[in-house]
């Protein structure tokens, strides 16, 4: 954002914070690179038409180009998983499950209010996590502990006693720690960081219609599962999408902790996945710098260089109005 203004300077202040270092010429000189192939953002008010016509218009490279289609598949597959891994069945039924398990109304209401505490400590475990661990070393651990616990809670619904009540509330509480330790913010952050700068708006916002609509359809659907196969077969097929989801997260999440935005597109780019090209989803020196290419190239291609190219602006020039350090986060994030 800053060097979009001709901000030099206070970008470099900047990138010598976040780098902790005092030579960012390279970084600039990359950022400088970005924003000149992008090309400078028009000026004056944009028709709802005109608005429409920009985003059919990314929607269409989106899935037309194969790397970012990989992409989008990515980020849309994160919150399908962010959903049906059951989380807002938990949120929305949390009383009514725990009245289902045996407690009274009273004490259910105040066991909901501690699932929302629960969820809160596993968020805070995930903030410090994805930056010290990464992204995906913490999505995979989150979605192994939701796939025990969730399994766990299931088991618990067949079984009535005192001290199968205690293993429910128990499970559905390090259900909650276990999904806000990565399943909950990994699909944000990563749909931030993985798409091209030029079409991010586009495809952030197609991945959160899908997470609402995910999200409509496991609330809609919940009690009618439960009254099918019963609450503990209800989250056993939680369960399911979750040992699913996990192999899924091992095979094609890669890890994106450390590099910059205009690194990230290697990672789409052939040999597919990027997981398997070194030890842990980490990219190599060769990737960066190929990355860091492959951006230049992309930018410069014929469908970014056609008709409907005068129509799209850069996604950061759309945002004159937010403030540096708002762009600053998603880029130190």
């Given at each position: 954002?800053?060097?979009?203004?001709?901000?030099?300077?206070?970008?470099?202040?900047v990138?010598?914070?976040?780098?902790?270092?005092?030579?960012?010429?390279?970084?600039?000189?990359d950022?400088?690179?970005?924003i000149?192939?992008s090309?400078?953002?028009?000026?004056?008010?944009?028709?709802?038409?005109?608005?429409?016509?920009?985003?059919?218009?990314?929607i269409?490279?989106?899935?037309?180009?194969?790397?970012?289609?990989?992409?989008?598949?990515?980020?849309?597959?994160?919150?399908?998983?962010?959903?049906?891994?059951?989380?807002?069945?938990?949120?929305?039924?949390?009383?009514?499950?725990?009245?289902?398990?045996?407690?009274?109304?009273?004490?259910?209401i105040?066991?909901?209010?501690?699932?929302?505490?629960?969820?809160?400590?596993?968020?805070?475990?995930?903030v410090a996590?994805?930056?010290?661990?990464?992204?995906?070393?913490?999505?995979?651990?989150?979605?192994?502990?939701?796939?025990?616990?969730l399994?766990?809670?299931?088991?618990?619904?067949?079984f009535?006693?005192?001290?199968?009540?205690?293993?429910?509330?128990a499970?559905?509480m390090?259900?909650?720690?276990?999904?806000?330790?990565?399943?909950?913010?990994?699909?944000?952050?990563?749909?931030?960081?993985?798409?091209?700068?030029?079409?991010?708006s586009?495809?952030?916002?197609?991945?959160?219609?899908?997470?609402?609509?995910?999200?409509?359809?496991?609330?809609?659907?919940?009690?009618?599962v439960?009254?099918?196969?019963?609450?503990?077969?209800?989250?056993?097929l939680?369960?399911?999408?979750s040992?699913?989801g996990?192999?899924?997260?091992?095979?094609?999440?890669?890890?994106?902790m450390?590099?910059?935005l205009?690194?990230?597109?290697?990672?789409?780019?052939?040999?597919?996945?990027?997981?398997?090209?070194?030890?842990?989803?980490?990219t190599?020196?060769?990737?960066?710098?190929?990355?860091?290419?492959?951006?230049?190239?992309?930018?410069?291609d014929?469908?970014?260089?056609?008709?409907?190219?005068?129509d799209?602006?850069?996604?950061?020039?759309?945002?004159?109005d937010?403030?540096?350090?708002?762009?600053?986060?998603?880029?130190?994030?």
């Open positions: 954002w800053l060097a979009m203004k001709g901000r030099y300077t206070d970008a470099e202040a990138l010598k914070m976040l780098y902790e270092q005092e030579n960012v010429s390279g970084p600039l000189n950022i400088k690179a970005a000149a192939q090309g400078e953002a028009r000026e004056g008010k944009r028709s709802l038409a005109g608005l429409l016509k920009r985003g059919w218009s990314k269409t490279i989106i899935w037309g180009k194969k790397e970012v289609q990989r992409a989008a598949l990515l980020g849309i597959g994160l919150m399908a998983l962010n959903q049906f891994s059951g989380i807002n069945t938990v949120m929305y039924y949390s009383t009514t499950i725990l009245v289902e398990a045996g407690f009274s109304q009273e004490i259910s105040w066991l909901a209010a501690l699932c929302c505490l629960a969820q809160l400590v596993g968020v805070c475990i995930s996590s994805m930056d010290n661990a990464g992204r995906r070393p913490t999505a995979l651990r989150s979605c192994f502990g939701v796939v025990v616990t399994s766990t809670l299931a088991v618990s619904f067949y009535e006693s005192p001290l199968w009540d205690k293993i429910k509330v499970a559905l390090l259900y909650l720690v276990a999904f806000g330790s990565g399943l909950s913010g990994v699909p944000w952050v990563m749909n931030a960081e993985i798409y091209p700068l030029k079409l991010r586009a495809a952030v916002g197609q991945a959160t219609v899908a997470n609402w609509l995910f999200n409509f359809l496991v609330g809609r659907y919940f009690l009618s439960c009254d099918w196969l019963g609450t503990g077969g209800a989250f056993f939680f369960a399911g999408f040992v699913f996990l192999l899924w997260l091992w095979l094609l999440l890669p890890e994106t450390g590099l910059q205009e690194e990230i597109d290697d990672l789409f780019a052939d040999p597919y996945p990027s997981t398997f090209r070194a030890k842990n989803g980490e190599t020196t060769a990737d960066k710098v190929g990355g860091h290419q492959r951006q230049l190239k992309m930018a410069s014929s469908d970014f260089d056609s008709s409907s190219d005068s799209l602006q850069d996604d950061s020039s759309e945002s004159d937010a403030s540096p350090d708002q762009n600053l986060a998603a880029a130190a994030a």
